[in-house]
């Protein structure tokens, strides 16, 4: 297990590569002239021909029986002359061959009329067949022509596409390269989620574990040779934990730089939960450093100091505290980037951030400061306020000292006087704010618009759906976070436009502020939304056509049970069966056989609201599924089903 835990870094990861399609493979001819073929004719009619590749022959006329002939006519011509008349009966009979002879000479040129009729019908149809033939040649060349042009066409616009794929890659775009790292650390072990890319440069956060993860004993031998386990010393503990997080942040740093091809740089942030005195969890950022590619192309991996490594650049943060070297938490107060990162992170985990420890100078009763929107802020040093204006009723002077500095030529000082601005929440402090926000630094507005977005004040709407259209995405996303805090109808349009974002990120907050409007023509929008390409947009459109669903959102939830997103499934079913339109029965009962435990629960259960004897025969045949759970669901619904 301390292999696995201090190697993860010696993984080799395949960079990309530009993908060159190959040519188009010659069209198949033979479909093509198959189909020319039955439409213009040429099939049944050759088939009628006898399907030969030579002119038919018509058959030849039968001979006539000139022995019959002269029968039948002696027959006639003796009639009444008697047997002993030899002279009448001969002569009779010379009549009776010449009639004879007259009629075969007849009826052989009527044979052969006949004859050379059916020769000239099937001359006629040959000579049909030919020209037929001949088009259909022609059609075909026309087509494989076509065919061949177009598959040159698709080609040409696909490897189009694939090397605007490759050019935006290499060129750093950052929704390409936070895509493509996203892919690439979905099956790490140590969780890691890109947040920034920026230039050249790239940021991503890191959660790993915390100490305890290290198990307190190791494999060791006694005098005598014999295997056992001894208890490892706190240091060895800590000292093994610093190597496995420096193995999983180098490996984190190696496939970033692996898959994004025109990174020059990439900055990580790693955070843990981290047990706090009340017993319940908080996030807590334990290094952060940035790594550039040129000081990693020469690196021997397998001979590595990766805890050297990891302090190496210049920005490292690392707290390594008392003499054992335990991985600390890092007091951010002075890192308001970083600060602010780590705040959002603990909003998506549902953790409070760790707080900083009180700075010197500090009072340590903040009871009486203006309410924060997060306890782990604290005031830069620059914008303290001066010897004997205490913190809890600060000098009226002081929102004009930060309005000044918000005109200072650092973007540091300004950050953080926007910051000191956001923790004081006063409506009255809008002015200032709303200047902020056109301030030339992104990081800057981002503060500003955050700032106002926490002041709930009605007033901001028409500011905050401005700046919907910003340029920043960052921006664009805590203006909606903004909205969503004072949502009212008046908003609709403005989302609604923001749903077509360029961002992602922006595009699922205004669904997810769409959600919470309620409003009436909401719904028609999360059905056109139900079949989007974002999981997480299509997720926020069924949730919300599932909750009190009509007839027209059936079709969309029954299309979305077919989603490869299990949540997506389940939460489509709990619609169906709301609804109880058995016209999607067979949706329903098709997940019975889901993978997903709880979508094969969900599925039973819905399939008990809507009831009948269908329902009933797909639950019976549910009746053994392995899962206990899933089985009571099944008992349950047939209940329902049944009544």
């Given at each position: 297990m301390e292999r696995d835990l201090v190697s993860v870094h010696l993984e080799e990861f395949a960079g990309p590569t530009r993908i060159v399609l190959p040519e188009p493979a010659t069209p198949d001819e033979a479909p093509i002239r198959a189909r020319l073929e039955r439409d213009r004719g040429v099939t049944e009619l050759a088939e009628r021909l006898g399907g030969g590749d030579s002119p038919p022959r018509a058959s030849p006329p039968e001979p006539v029986d000139i022995n019959a002939l002269r029968r039948e006519e002696r027959a006639r011509h003796l009639q009444g002359?008697?047997?002993?008349?030899?002279?009448?009966?001969?002569?009779?009979?010379?009549?009776?061959?010449?009639?004879?002879?007259?009629?075969?000479?007849?009826?052989?040129?009527?044979?052969?009329?006949?004859?050379?009729?059916?020769?000239?019908?099937?001359?006629?149809?040959?000579?049909?067949?030919?020209?037929?033939?001949?088009e259909v040649e022609e059609l075909v060349c026309v087509e494989m022509s076509d065919a061949a042009a177009a598959a040159r066409a698709k080609r040409s616009k696909d490897q189009s596409l694939l090397d605007e794929a490759w050019q935006s890659l290499v060129d750093n775009d950052p929704g390409t390269v936070i895509a493509a790292l996203e892919r690439a650390f979905a099956d790490n072990g140590a969780p890691a989620t890109p947040i920034d890319c920026d230039g050249e440069a790239a940021t991503v956060t890191m959660l790993y574990g915390h100490p305890d993860l290290v198990p307190e004993r190791a494999p060791?031998?006694?005098?005598?040779?014999?295997?056992?386990?001894?208890?490892?010393?706190?240091?060895?503990?800590?000292?093994?934990?610093?190597?496995?997080?420096?193995?999983?942040?180098?490996?984190?740093?190696?496939?970033?730089?692996?898959?994004?091809?025109?990174l020059a740089a990439l900055t990580v942030l790693v955070v843990r939960r981290e047990p706090g005195d009340s017993g319940e969890e908080q996030l807590a950022a334990v290094y952060a450093g940035s790594f550039r590619r040129e000081t990693l192309t020469a690196v021997d991996w397998r001979g590595l100091d990766t805890v050297a490594m990891l302090e190496a650049p210049e920005d490292s943060y690392i707290e390594l505290k008392g003499q054992a070297h335990e991985v600390a938490p890092l007091d951010l107060t002075d890192e308001p980037e970083l600060e602010t990162v780590l705040e959002h992170l603990a909003r998506v985990l549902g953790i409070a951030p760790l707080a900083p420890k009180p700075r010197r100078g500090q009072r340590a009763d903040a009871a009486s400061r203006p309410e924060r929107r997060h306890e782990t802020a604290s005031i830069p040093d620059h914008l303290e306020p001066a010897q004997g204006a205490g913190h809890g009723s600060p000098s009226a002077t002081r929102p004009t000292v930060l309005a000044e500095q918000l005109a200072d030529g650092d973007p540091d000082?300004?950050?953080?006087?926007?910051?000191?601005?956001?923790?004081?929440?006063?409506?009255?402090?809008?002015?200032?704010?709303?200047r902020a926000v056109e301030d030339r630094d992104r990081h800057v507005r981002r503060q500003a618009v955050g700032a106002i977005s926490d002041l709930s004040d009605p007033?901001?709407?028409?500011?905050?759906?401005?700046?919907?259209?910003?340029?920043?995405?960052?921006?664009?996303?805590?203006?909606?976070?903004?909205?969503?805090?004072?949502?009212?109808?008046?908003?609709?349009?403005?989302?609604?436009?923001?749903?077509?974002?360029?961002?992602?990120?922006?595009?699922?907050?205004?669904?997810?502020?769409?959600?919470?409007?309620?409003?009436?023509?909401?719904?028609?929008?999360?059905?056109?939304?139900?079949?989007?390409?974002?999981?997480?947009?299509?997720?926020?459109?069924?949730?919300?056509?599932?909750?009190?669903p009509t007839a027209e959102d059936g079709p969309m939830l029954a299309a979305a049970t077919g989603d490869q997103d299990r949540y997506l499934r389940q939460t489509a079913l709990r619609g169906l069966g709301e609804l109880g339109d058995r016209q999607y029965l067979d949706e329903v009962a098709a997940l019975l056989r889901d993978p997903d435990v709880d979508v094969r629960y969900q599925a039973a259960t819905s399939l008990g609201e809507l009831r009948g004897h269908q329902a009933e025969a797909a639950l019976r045949a549910a009746v053994r599924d392995p899962d206990a759970d899933v089985r009571k669901a099944v008992a349950s619904a047939l209940e329902r089903a049944s009544e």
């Amino acid at each position: 297990m301390e292999r696995d835990l201090v190697s993860v870094h010696l993984e080799e990861f395949a960079g990309p590569t530009r993908i060159v399609l190959p040519e188009p493979a010659t069209p198949d001819e033979a479909p093509i002239r198959a189909r020319l073929e039955r439409d213009r004719g040429v099939t049944e009619l050759a088939e009628r021909l006898g399907g030969g590749d030579s002119p038919p022959r018509a058959s030849p006329p039968e001979p006539v029986d000139i022995n019959a002939l002269r029968r039948e006519e002696r027959a006639r011509h003796l009639q009444g002359i008697g047997v002993f008349d030899r002279s009448k009966r001969r002569q009779a009979k010379e009549m009776a061959d010449a009639a004879a002879d007259r009629r075969v000479e007849e009826e052989d040129a009527r044979r052969m009329q006949v004859a050379a009729d059916a020769q000239a019908e099937l001359d006629a149809a040959w000579a049909e067949l030919a020209r037929r033939r001949a088009e259909v040649e022609e059609l075909v060349c026309v087509e494989m022509s076509d065919a061949a042009a177009a598959a040159r066409a698709k080609r040409s616009k696909d490897q189009s596409l694939l090397d605007e794929a490759w050019q935006s890659l290499v060129d750093n775009d950052p929704g390409t390269v936070i895509a493509a790292l996203e892919r690439a650390f979905a099956d790490n072990g140590a969780p890691a989620t890109p947040i920034d890319c920026d230039g050249e440069a790239a940021t991503v956060t890191m959660l790993y574990g915390h100490p305890d993860l290290v198990p307190e004993r190791a494999p060791a031998l006694t005098p005598a040779g014999k295997p056992t386990l001894r208890r490892r010393t706190k240091s060895d503990r800590n000292h093994l934990y610093l190597r496995s997080l420096a193995s999983n942040v180098l490996a984190t740093v190696k496939e970033g730089l692996a898959v994004c091809p025109g990174l020059a740089a990439l900055t990580v942030l790693v955070v843990r939960r981290e047990p706090g005195d009340s017993g319940e969890e908080q996030l807590a950022a334990v290094y952060a450093g940035s790594f550039r590619r040129e000081t990693l192309t020469a690196v021997d991996w397998r001979g590595l100091d990766t805890v050297a490594m990891l302090e190496a650049p210049e920005d490292s943060y690392i707290e390594l505290k008392g003499q054992a070297h335990e991985v600390a938490p890092l007091d951010l107060t002075d890192e308001p980037e970083l600060e602010t990162v780590l705040e959002h992170l603990a909003r998506v985990l549902g953790i409070a951030p760790l707080a900083p420890k009180p700075r010197r100078g500090q009072r340590a009763d903040a009871a009486s400061r203006p309410e924060r929107r997060h306890e782990t802020a604290s005031i830069p040093d620059h914008l303290e306020p001066a010897q004997g204006a205490g913190h809890g009723s600060p000098s009226a002077t002081r929102p004009t000292v930060l309005a000044e500095q918000l005109a200072d030529g650092d973007p540091d000082v300004r950050y953080d006087a926007v910051t000191a601005l956001r923790e004081r929440r006063d409506p009255g402090l809008l002015g200032p704010l709303t200047r902020a926000v056109e301030d030339r630094d992104r990081h800057v507005r981002r503060q500003a618009v955050g700032a106002i977005s926490d002041l709930s004040d009605p007033r901001c709407r028409p500011l905050l759906t401005r700046l919907l259209e910003d340029s920043d995405a960052d921006v664009r996303w805590e203006a909606i976070a903004g909205l969503r805090e004072i949502l009212d109808s008046s908003l609709l349009p403005a989302l609604k436009r923001a749903v077509d974002d360029d961002d992602r990120y922006v595009r699922r907050a205004a669904v997810s502020a769409l959600s919470e409007l309620g409003h009436v023509d909401v719904r028609p929008i999360m059905r056109a939304l139900a079949s989007d390409q974002d999981v997480d947009v299509r997720f926020e459109a069924i949730s919300v056509l599932s909750n009190e669903p009509t007839a027209e959102d059936g079709p969309m939830l029954a299309a979305a049970t077919g989603d490869q997103d299990r949540y997506l499934r389940q939460t489509a079913l709990r619609g169906l069966g709301e609804l109880g339109d058995r016209q999607y029965l067979d949706e329903v009962a098709a997940l019975l056989r889901d993978p997903d435990v709880d979508v094969r629960y969900q599925a039973a259960t819905s399939l008990g609201e809507l009831r009948g004897h269908q329902a009933e025969a797909a639950l019976r045949a549910a009746v053994r599924d392995p899962d206990a759970d899933v089985r009571k669901a099944v008992a349950s619904a047939l209940e329902r089903a049944s009544e």
